[in-house]
């Protein structure tokens, strides 16, 4: 069965960095777009990163752009968020996401915790 495994979070002091990386296991990794989201508490689940298969074309939210860079290795079946210049207001549960068949998958999320 498909499954995502989030990991990196942490508490983090704003203008610092963190990697995210989420482990994917089975289906056919290097096929799929993966992406990148992220819930703050009491909003919505909003969209960050998206890679495509080959990592060609990669689209951010606006508020990450020029901040945050997302990648993927698959050889390792593994896709990374790294996140630079952190501020308080990127504060949230961030989740990896594939959608396969019409189908969303997620992981459980790791959370990312900004101090000012």
């Known amino acids: 069965q498909v499954q995502l495994v989030e990991s990196g979070g942490g508490l983090v002091q704003a203008g610092g960095s963190l990697r995210l990386s989420c482990a994917a296991s089975?289906?056919?990794?290097?096929?799929?777009?993966m992406g990148w989201f992220r819930q703050a508490p009491g909003k919505e689940r909003e969209f960050v990163a998206r890679?495509?298969?080959?990592?060609?074309?990669?689209y951010y939210v606006d508020s990450v752009k020029g901040r945050f860079t997302i990648s993927k290795d698959n050889g390792k079946n593994t896709v990374y968020l790294q996140m630079n210049d952190l501020k308080p207001e990127d504060t949230a549960v961030f989740y990896c996401?594939?959608?396969?068949?019409?189908?969303?998958?997620w992981g459980q999320g790791t959370q990312v915790t900004v101090s000012s």
């Open positions: 996401n594939v959608n396969i068949g019409g189908r969303d998958y």
């Open positions: 089975g289906y056919i990794f290097r096929t799929f777009p």
């Open positions: 890679i495509n298969w080959n990592g060609d074309n990669i």
